[in-house]
């Protein structure tokens, strides 16, 4: 199968299916339409917190599927093989959402911003998550990018979000599903600016992440009622986990300053429904802050400050290694070692085509 698209089942994350690309044959595509190749991209939790999240966030809209399957959006590179929208030319490299497909169409143009996929289906999405941009040269920093770009921009979002407000008046930060690199990445900046953090992880992860320095302590979840935490205390959770959640509120209470929801890298974990002590969670959706700095900072100096912090982690990180996978079996494998928990968390999984 020379053109392809990998399916999820939105009723279980775990079930794929390799299926026939439905893209169109570059002859084939309607006015204002570009047929792209991918290239490659990277598979993460948030990934998974994608398709989890898919049918309250509108994740599921990215790319058109079958009925009761998704095309998870993952980040990456695509070459433009054929075009009929003006001024875009085959051969046009590009970074941003991609399908876990071989091709794809958008009905790409031109903004002052870059590139912007204005197919009707993504209509009422972020308009930051339609946003491409030109990559027109293969760099040894691609692989990063693909990998880091959402996470750590996610990362940098929350740390600027928490900072504005002063981090709530907390003198600690603790981090759900710490060893997730969106987690590593808002550590990172925690840690910087001198705000102590508690990681919460899987006892497989504990040794890698004190290991990082950047934690004032780790522990295991079944050790979230006798950790040593200095109060008061923001919540980051990116686990999604009721039973972690509610514990965490049953024992710290009034003395949670805020309690952010970010993600669901453990996606599978039951809701729990029980009213919970302390403040009410609080959603933080990254394109919300978006928009709020773009209209502060303009997009310009936006991209200025986002692009010198990943520098940063990225150099702050020898320990981040990246493993590549090939094809559709590549990206097969990826989605089902995150999918279960199983990707190391100092390990990036790139799928090359």
């Not at 400050?305 to 982690?313: D, E, G, I, P, Y």
Request: overall charge negative; some cysteine.
């Amino acid at each position: 199968m020379t053109r392809w698209d990998l399916l999820i089942d939105k009723s279980d994350l775990t079930r794929t299916q390799v299926a026939p690309s439905q893209a169109p044959q570059a002859a084939d595509l309607a006015e204002g339409q570009v047929l792209l190749a991918v290239e490659r991209f990277a598979v993460t939790a948030n990934n998974v917190t994608y398709g989890a999240m898919g049918d309250a966030f509108g994740y599921w809209k990215f790319f058109p599927a079958p009925d009761g399957f998704g095309r998870v959006p993952v980040c990456g590179f695509a070459r433009v093989e054929a075009s009929r929208a003006e001024g875009i030319d085959p051969g046009l490299r590009l970074v941003g959402y991609l399908p876990m497909s071989s091709h794809f169409v958008a009905d790409l143009v031109r903004t002052r911003g870059g590139l912007v996929d204005a197919a009707p289906h993504r209509a009422q999405l972020p308009p930051t998550y339609n946003q491409y941009a030109e990559a027109p040269d293969p760099a040894a920093s691609d692989d990063h990018r693909a990998l880091l770009r959402p996470l750590f921009g996610t990362s940098w979002l929350i740390d600027d979000f928490l900072e504005e407000a002063g981090d709530f008046g907390a003198k600690t930060v603790i981090l759900t599903s710490a060893s997730s690199k969106t987690a590593l990445g808002l550590a990172y900046r925690l840690q910087q600016r001198g705000v102590a953090v508690v990681g919460l992880t899987s006892p497989r992860n504990i040794a890698f992440l004190k290991g990082l320095g950047w934690f004032a302590a780790v522990a295991a979840y079944d050790e979230i009622e006798t950790v040593a935490v200095e109060t008061p205390v923001v919540i980051v959770d990116f686990a999604g986990d009721a039973d972690v959640v509610g514990r965490l509120h049953r024992r710290f209470g009034d003395a949670i300053a805020h309690s952010a929801i970010v993600g669901a890298t453990h996606w599978e974990a039951p809701p729990d429904g029980a009213a919970l002590p302390g403040p009410a969670r609080a959603l933080f959706f990254a394109p919300d802050q978006i928009r709020k700095r773009f209209a502060e900072w303009g997009a310009e100096d936006f991209d200025r400050r986002f692009t010198a912090n990943l520098a940063a982690f990225i150099a702050a990180s020898p320990w981040l290694k990246l493993r590549t996978l090939s094809g559709a079996d590549g990206a097969v494998q990826a989605w089902d070692e995150t999918v279960h928990g199983r990707a190391a968390p100092d390990t990036g999984l790139i799928v090359e085509l």
